[in-house]
């Protein structure tokens, strides 16, 4: 066995060795790796062929693009950065597989604090100061900063996605539901339900269900608590309170075990209530049809209430697509903490043989409205019109062959607006998201890498269990102590104990 | 002959109760797919309001239509497929059918050696990451037809199958004879031994075909810019795993993943594909079985 | 049988080495293809091994995989720890041995019973058509057959409920009821692959010898006896060498069938989590890649244990049908 690994690692030197030396051509050829794309090789080849004359002009590079899909990009870029890919630039953030604190700390990232002022002096003045400080993450090398992160929407706000048409239905006066709010454990609330219920059932619609959610969201949303950042991928079990109309106020909380909490026994017992009454559909406790489910309600516009973790302007998108009036009642103020703060960066990876190159890439990319149109929207002529007020039109039927994820890419607020969007729309967005206050905390984000064994298991309680209370399929009563049980047992509380320690010092110095 | 066979035979009342064994079987392997033909035809308002279900509300030909007319990786999915499991299959049972006969061989030499060093294989790998690794770096096997061939060339499962095959169906005395005729071993493989081992060569060739035309994984790992080359169980594949991906990220991509799921592939699309990956090869199955079943005769009729 | 060895082209006077050695030089140029890919595609990775015994990390100076692999740091068998630290662990080993029993043992006589059923039938494009259609499931991921699955026993739109809920009797909730998945999951694994055994073992019939049959026949031995003196001893080799290959698996499940099939409902872990889906969940939520190697490496280690121990039970009883 030595000998074949001796044999092995002398083979892969010698590749190396011819690797590194056959490399030093002009121009720099950057590869860059997208998450979320919907792009086809023809109309990707269509696109870079004419960036790329500009690139070359500019920064003397040229750019090639792997269009990671949503489906293929998790699964294949963990095998292809632990392997040393030669990718330059890399997609992270802080809920796909090559997590971006955990990668840097594990090396995989290039540190930029040092070369940001030499390359990326326009980014830094572009990306707010806020947004750098959520992007500062302890590295292998270090606190600092380990990707660029995307300006796009970087606050989160939970909201009620309300059927304004069906309330109307019902005899209520929609605005003044809308402005006073929804209260989950009010009678009013209930009776809402009830009525959207009967009305349909006289209709002949016997399985309408009016409460149609994400169940995890919904739980955030009921019990105003943010997700921990560097909390489990996947399974959420820590939760920290804030004030609902002022988020920055410190009202004195710490992290804590979501599912040990009065509130959350409170909020699990109303659930399983509502769900009995025939308010929650089963599809919607079902793992593995919750979410087709509920994407045909919402395209069918069947429910009353649901939940939307808020994206500024998604209201009109919405009401477009379903057809009907749909309103976003507010649960709590906007907030911004490094969870949506590093929703989408990019990386350079330390594969990278030219790392400054890269930088100057994204630097570009993010500040120049050709390049992130060019990239994000395609060609003029080919996948969009230009109108004389300056929105844009796609043409659909390209477009749908050049489809990157948006919000994936970077600075899009340089993008046109479309003429959906209406002239003013990037201004207003911007004013949203920048009004958005920073939790207590400030950008902490926790390590978990030290309670990783606890971690593991935890996981596995949290699958076992947690959609089953947080959907009202399970009676809390029965399930709720075992529940706690098993997460102790896994050292649930050697995992809280960790966040908080970890905290404390982060607000310490 | 047909006395013979009388006398031969089980009696037609066990036949019958055979028939309906394997028969009941064979429909219930059947049905799901029949199931999956069924949603591909349905309207897509038809599962929005009654989920998946054998008797649809409405019925529509459109995703077909659009799949062929819009999608034109689908015709270029097609030809790889075929491509690569044409050759992935002819070099693969080509390769297994060599190693086994020297391991079937009971006067060679070194038998032990490589017997073990294939089955050794089976059960230890150096996983994904190192193999990748290899495969890319080293073999340079990326972005090309090679790398969705070689990498499932040998299997050693089906090198002990078919070693056993070899067992039970070629006499050594056959090999002696051809032997003492003066026959080279090459010779005495292709000329004698192939002939006689058709039916298990017919199996190897059955799996190894299924094989390359169920891959989807040496898509995933190895193609990622050249997607020209994607086999089409790689797009039906690319296509689930983004609705299955949207759904367990929508928590964290919030209205992004509503506005991208409305987007993504209808669940009739889905179905399309699974048809038109199926049909194909079951129509080469005849094939194959034309060999594995043709011996069926000799075991009871042949008298 | 062993002893009847091809006598080597007798006549030839002196012979040089090629000459003495021809015949194993043929033999070796056999397995050269082979033998040459499973070194490089297998063995060369092989190193990548010690993965599992290591914390990887990037070594920023020279990044490449075998640099990373050397520098990362040594942590013995911390790895393999969240394997046996918790119940749930301990949970997803037994369902997998015993799903795995029930497999290897259903999965060895239903298949043999079905070859041997259908090496009967009188008309062979009946045979024919059967086996054509039994090979269908193969074609269908794990996740359509979830689909087809819900189709009847969806709690909203699924027929099973529906019906018993127009007969008036207990609507049960499918995915959250732990009973009946056991059935579910054994049914859905055999469904998906006796198709294919059965296609070996058929095969394996198809190359026996008429002759015997014939003798048998002229002996005056019923079709039951020929079967049992004839088939099933021919099937012997065949029957063992599958029974051992599949006791190698018995650390392993297809991740698929209970991932996918039970819709994920938490509900249902007591009875449906597996080894893999459980490393799967650790490698989602720690993405340690030095996790899933050690994982895949202790599957393995135990595999190799019980496939030598099955072949040496099998050599003691039948040498010939050992796998070496």
């Known amino acids: 066995m030595k000998k074949i690994l001796a044999l092995a690692l002398a083979l892969i030197m010698v590749f190396a060795l011819v690797g590194t030396t056959a490399w030093a051509e002009e121009p720099v050829t950057l590869k860059i790796w997208f998450h979320g794309s919907n792009v086809t090789p023809d109309a990707s080849q269509k696109v870079l062929d004419e960036l790329n004359v500009y ?22 870029v963990v095998t292809a950065l632990a392997g040393g890919d030669d990718v330059d630039m890399v997609f992270t953030c802080n809920w796909s597989a090559d997590e971006y604190n955990r990668y840097a700390r594990d090396g995989y990232w290039v540190k930029l604090d040092d070369m940001l002022p030499e390359y990326g002096a326009d980014l830094l003045s572009v990306i707010p100061e806020g947004i750098w400080e959520c992007a500062k993450t302890n590295g292998y090398d270090g606190i600092g900063i380990y990707a660029v992160p995307a300006l796009k929407d970087t606050a989160t706000q939970n909201c009620w996605d309300v059927n304004g048409t069906l309330l109307a239905e019902l005899g209520y006066d929609v605005d003044a539901v809308c402005e006073a709010g929804l209260d989950y454990y009010s009678d009013e609330f209930e009776e809402m339900l009830q009525k959207a219920k009967d009305y349909k059932a006289a209709q002949g619609e016997n399985d309408f269900y009016p409460l149609v959610v994400e169940p995890m969201v919904l739980e955030r949303l009921v019990t105003v608590t943010s997700i921990v950042t560097g909390d489990l991928p996947g399974a959420a079990v820590l939760s920290f309170y804030y004030d609902k109309d002022h988020p920055s106020n410190d009202i004195g909380s710490e992290i804590v075990n979501k599912f040990a909490t009065p509130e959350f026994e409170k909020y699990a017992k109303r659930t399983y209530e509502l769900a009995q009454k025939g308010f929650i559909s089963p599809s919607t406790q079902n793992v593995g049809t919750s979410n087709d489910y509920l994407n045909a309600c919402q395209q069918s516009a069947s429910y009353l209430f649901g939940t939307q973790s808020y994206a500024y302007g998604c209201e009109i998108d919405f009401s477009n697509a379903r057809g009907i009036d749909v309103r976003m009642v507010p649960a709590d103020a906007p907030y911004m903490d490094s969870t949506s703060g590093q929703g989408a960066m990019m990386a350079i990876s330390a594969v990278s043989k030219n790392p400054e190159k890269a930088l100057e890439f994204l630097n570009l990319l993010n500040t120049d409205p050709y390049v992130m149109t060019t990239l994000n929207y395609g060609l003029e002529g080919f996948t969009f019109e230009k109108n004389d007020d300056g929105t844009i039109t796609f043409i659909q039927e390209n477009r749908a062959n050049y489809s990157p994820w948006r919000n994936g890419m970077g600075n899009i607020r340089i993008l046109p607006p479309t003429a959906d969007e209406g002239l003013s729309y990037w201004d207003d967005f911007s004013a949203y998201y920048n009004s958005a206050e920073a939790l207590p905390y400030g950008s902490f984000i926790f390590d978990n890498s030290v309670v990783e064994t606890e971690g593991a298991a935890i996981a596995n309680v949290f699958a076992e269990y947690a959609f089953g209370l947080c959907s009202g399929a399970t009676d809390p009563d029965t399930v709720l102590p075992d529940f706690l049980q098993k997460l102790e047992a896994a050292g649930m509380s050697d995992f809280v104990a960790a966040a908080n320690s970890q905290m404390a010092e982060y607000l310490a110095g | 002959m047909t006395k013979n066979h009388r006398l031969n035979s089980i009696s037609a009342g066990t036949e019958a109760v055979f028939h309906v064994v394997i028969g009941l079987f064979s429909i219930c392997c059947i049905i799901p797919f029949v199931f999956v033909i069924i949603i591909s035809l349905s309207a897509e308002s038809s599962i929005r309001e009654i989920g998946y279900s054998f008797i649809p509300r409405a019925w529509s030909f459109n995703t077909y239509t659009y ?36 391991l079937f061989r009971p006067d060679f030499k070194y038998r032990g050696f490589f017997n073990f060093l294939s089955f050794f294989t089976m059960i230890f790998g150096g996983g994904l990451v190192p193999t990748y690794v290899i495969c890319t770096q080293i073999l340079g096997l990326k972005e090309n037809y090679a790398a969705l061939i070689v990498p499932l060339l040998v299997s050693p499962f089906n090198i002990i199958i078919m070693r056993t095959f070899f067992k039970s169906s070629v006499p050594l005395d056959l090999i002696e004879a051809a032997t003492i005729d003066g026959s080279g071993e090459y010779s005495t493989f292709f000329r004698v031994v192939l002939p006689v081992a058709k039916p298990g060569l017919a199996t190897i060739a059955l799996l190894n075909s299924l094989a390359y035309w169920n891959d989807w994984y040496l898509s995933l790992l190895y193609i990622r810019q050249n997607k020209i080359l994607q086999p089409l169980q790689a797009l039906l594949m690319e296509l689930q795993n983004n609705v299955e991906y949207l759904n367990r990220m929508s928590a964290s991509l919030g209205a992004s993943a509503i506005q991208e799921a409305t987007r993504a592939p209808t669940q009739t699309l889905r179905m399309v594909l699974v048809v038109l990956i199926v049909v194909p090869i079951a129509c080469a199955y005849p094939f194959f079985q034309r060999y594995i079943v043709a011996g069926l005769t000799i075991g009871s009729v042949k008298g | 049988m062993n002893e009847k060895l091809p006598a080597r082209a007798a006549g030839s006077g002196a012979p040089n080495w090629f000459q003495r050695n021809k015949k194993t030089l043929a033999l070796l140029s056999m397995v050269t293809p082979g033998a040459i890919w499973l070194l490089l595609l297998r063995y060369l990775p092989i190193g990548g091994i ?81 086996q054509t259609m039994m090979f269908f499931p193969y074609f269908l991921s794990w996740v359509v057959v979830s689909y087809f699955l819900n189709a009847f026993i969806d709690a909203q739109y699924g027929m099973i409920p529906a019906a018993q809920a127009a007969a008036g009797k207990e609507v049960i909730s499918w995915y959250t009821n732990t009973k009946p998945w ?75 069938l209970f991932y996918n099939v039970p819709m994920q409902n938490g509900a249902l872990f007591s009875v449906t989590q597996v080894i893999d889906t459980y490393i799967y969940r650790v490698f989602i939520t720690t993405g340690n890649i030095s996790q899933s190697s050690a994982a895949g490496l202790l599957q393995n280690v ?22 070496f």
């Not at chain 1, 690139?55 to 294949?76: M, N, Y």
Request: glycine fraction near 6%.
């Open chain 3, 182 to 256: 056991p059935a579910i999951i054994i049914i859905a694994n055999l469904w998906k692959n006796v198709g294919y055994s059965t296609v070996l073992y058929l095969a394996a019939i198809t190359g026996i010898d008429a002759n015997q049959y014939e003798a048998a026949a002229i002996d005056g031995a019923t079709k039951w006896q020929q079967i049992r003196y004839v088939t099933l001893p021919h099937l012997r080799t065949m029957i063992s060498i599958l029974l051992i290959l599949n006791v190698g698996k018995i650390f392993a499940a297809d991740f698929g």
């Open chain 2, 67 to 102: 799949a062929i007319q819009r999608l034109p990786q689908i015709w270029r999915s097609y030809f790889n497929s075929i491509l690569i499991t044409v050759v992935g299959t002819f070099l693969s049972t080509l390769i297994c059918a060599l190693y086994s006969y020297a």
């Open chain 3, 302 to 323: 135990i595999g190799f244990v019980c496939i030598m121990l099955a072949n040496a039970v099998v050599k003691r009883i039948d040498s010939e049908s050992s796998l």
């Open chain 3, 50 to 130: 010690i993965l599992a015994f290591k914390n990887y990390k990037i070594f920023p100076r020279n990044p490449t995989f075998w640099s990373n692999l050397q520098h990362s740091k040594w942590v013995g068998l911390k790895n393999f720890e969240f394997l046996f630290k918790t119940d749930q662990a301990l949970v997803a080993i037994r369902n997998t041995l015993l799903y795995n029993i029930v497999f290897i043992i259903l999965g060895c006589i239903i298949p043999v019973a079905f070859a041997i059923m259908m090496n009967e039938f009188t008309k062979k494009f009946v045979a024919k058509a059967y």
């Open chain 1, 55 to 76: 690139l070359q002009d500019k920064i003397g590079a040229k750019l090639e693009v792997i269009w990671g899909t949503w489906g293929d990009f998790d699964q294949s």
